[in-house]
């Protein structure tokens, strides 16, 4: 390791391949074990398949890797199927990475940020076999999911990275970067107790998102509520801030109201009334917009 750190579809326990029907459609679903040292991360795939006729076998499409939240304890598989299948309806090739949790390996850090790094390796490995566009790959991180994005961004140029993960820097560098409600700093308000802190790194400043960015950083989407009662908005200003001063291409929309985890924001990740908020939900049709706007601007492959 670094010197720097001392129901949509269906879910799969084992590695699996197969085909599902979606509203006349053919996905392809598979779990992909990473075959890192020491995890047990997979990464999920929801892709349009090469049989589908809407789409062109001439064209790869953009892809992103949801990072869930889940408090480095659990992922929450129903609401990251939802989000994955959320951009598969917006004609991307989709998937989401089961990291390692706090128990199975402390102190945590920087095990999910390897893991991530491996798997933007893994889909650019298998760009032409999953029909995907290797210069348009975006992270897409959600609270704790959010930490490992941002670090991930911060460090993808980082030789001990690049190692950890057995890659060359260019072949684990996101394209773009999707921060929603983000933890940024455990220094900022989340986790609350010391002996979390603990567990996640044995040098917190290393995983203090917000003082590692740099002109490397990829351009960056971030939103959050400024009411969030559980990862306070500090969080997100503070990575705001350090991309501002980078002069990092961002954008940021920060809702005035709704509580953590609110996902999609609507009725199909919606844990309680508030968190089906159409208001918020507005979020994803602008990441989308930004994303096409960032894909305008970049060379294809």
Same mark, same amino acid.
């Given at each position: 390791?670094?010197?720097?750190?001392?129901?949509?579809?269906?879910?799969?326990?084992? %590695?699996?391949?197969?085909?599902?029907?979606?509203?006349?459609?053919?996905?392809? /679903?598979?779990?992909?074990?990473?075959?890192?040292?020491?995890?047990?991360?997979?990464?999920?795939?929801?892709?349009?398949?090469?049989?589908?006729?809407?789409?062109?076998?001439?064209?790869?499409?953009?892809?992103?890797?949801?990072?869930?939240?889940?408090?480095?304890?659990?992922?929450?598989? /129903?609401?990251?199927?939802?989000?994955?299948?959320?951009?598969?309806?917006?004609?991307?090739?989709?998937?989401?990475?089961?990291?390692?949790?706090?128990?199975?390996?402390?102190?945590?850090?920087?095990?999910?940020?390897?893991?991530?790094?491996?798997?933007?390796?893994?889909?650019?490995?298998?760009?032409?076999?999953?029909?995907?566009?290797?210069?348009?790959?975006?992270?897409?991180?959600?609270?704790?999911?959010?930490?490992?994005?941002?670090?991930?961004?911060?460090?993808?140029?980082?030789?001990?990275?690049?190692?950890?993960? /057995?890659?060359?820097?260019? %072949?684990?560098?996101?394209?773009?970067?999707?921060?929603?409600?983000?933890?940024?700093?455990?220094?900022?308000?989340?986790?609350?107790?010391?002996?979390?802190?603990?567990?996640?790194?044995?040098?917190?400043?290393?995983?203090?998102?917000?003082?590692?960015?740099?002109?490397?950083?990829?351009?960056?989407?971030?939103?959050?509520?400024?009411?969030?009662?559980?990862?306070?908005?500090?969080?997100?200003?503070?990575?705001?801030?350090?991309?501002?001063?980078?002069?990092?291409?961002?954008?940021?929309?920060?809702?005035?109201?709704?509580?953590?985890?609110?996902?999609?924001?609507?009725?199909? /990740?919606?844990?309680?009334?508030?968190?089906?908020?159409?208001?918020?939900?507005?979020?994803?049709?602008?990441?989308?917009?930004?994303?096409?706007?960032?894909?305008?601007? %970049?060379?294809?492959?």
């Amino acid at each position: 390791m670094s010197a720097f750190f001392p129901r949509i579809v269906c879910s799969f326990a084992v %590695q699996y391949r197969g085909k599902s029907s979606l509203g006349g459609f053919f996905m392809q /679903t598979f779990v992909n074990p990473l075959k890192l040292k020491d995890s047990a991360a997979s990464l999920h795939a929801y892709l349009h398949d090469k049989t589908n006729p809407s789409s062109s076998t001439e064209n790869r499409l953009p892809a992103v890797i949801i990072v869930p939240g889940g408090a480095y304890t659990h992922i929450p598989e /129903t609401q990251a199927e939802d989000l994955a299948l959320a951009f598969y309806n917006q004609g991307y090739q989709a998937f989401y990475l089961r990291y390692s949790f706090l128990g199975e390996s402390q102190p945590l850090m920087p095990k999910p940020i390897v893991e991530l790094s491996s798997a933007i390796k893994m889909l650019r490995d298998h760009a032409g076999e999953w029909k995907l566009n290797p210069a348009r790959i975006a992270t897409a991180g959600f609270s704790v999911g959010g930490h490992i994005a941002a670090l991930q961004n911060d460090y993808w140029q980082a030789e001990w990275l690049a190692n950890d993960a /057995t890659a060359s820097n260019d %072949q684990i560098k996101p394209d773009a970067v999707i921060l929603s409600y983000p933890v940024i700093s455990p220094q900022l308000g989340y986790p609350t107790e010391q002996s979390t802190i603990e567990k996640w790194s044995a040098n917190p400043t290393a995983i203090a998102a917000d003082l590692h960015v740099s002109q490397q950083n990829s351009p960056t989407f971030i939103w959050g509520t400024s009411d969030d009662p559980t990862v306070p908005v500090a969080n997100a200003l503070a990575y705001i801030n350090a991309l501002s001063q980078a002069k990092v291409p961002f954008e940021a929309h920060l809702f005035d109201h709704g509580p953590h985890g609110l996902a999609l924001a609507n009725q199909v /990740t919606a844990w309680e009334p508030e968190a089906n908020s159409p208001h918020v939900a507005h979020w994803l049709n602008l990441a989308l917009e930004w994303l096409d706007h960032v894909w305008d601007n %970049q060379p294809d492959d």
